[in-house]
Structures are given as structure tokens and as C-alpha cells.
């Protein structure tokens, strides 16, 4: 999977507001609040990223399709499955 940030980057203290009954309930259950936000980011970021590159492409997308459509692919005369 390609990365989509800096991972050695260094890390910066931020203000956070936060249900404070979730936050308890972690803390007692020993969750590192600031490796479960980088890793919930990391997703959000690239799930976004993917829906604004799809967003970007989608009419070379629709017309690659359409050309699929009407002319098949190379390989159609000759794949057996």
C-alpha cells in the first residue's frame, strides 16, 4: 500500500476536544489515544484522497469504459476465461 504521509515525520502536540466519557473509557482500557487518531486519520486521509482522485478522473474513466464497451480489449480473441 503506498504511503500517504511522512511516517518519520516528527510529531507535534495538538488541542484535542473529546467525549469525555469515550476518553475515560480508553484511558482505563489503556488505548494510545494519539497511535488509534494516526491511524483513523491515516484512513480518513485516504479514503478522501481516492474520492477526490476518482472525482477528478471521472470522465476519462466513463469514456475509457465506453471505449471498452464498444471495442472489447486486445486480449478478447485470445483469453480463455
Known sequence: MTMIYDKTAR??????SINSDLLQKAKDLN????STLEKSLEET?????????????KEAIEHYNKRIEKFGVFSDSIRSF
Do not use: H, M, P, Y
Open 31 to 34: 488505548i494510545n489515544i494519539s
Open 11 to 16: 510529531k507535534k502536540a495538538t488541542n484535542l
Open 45 to 57: 486521509v485516504r479514503e478522501e484522497k481516492n474520492r477526490r482522485w476518482q472525482d477528478e478522473n
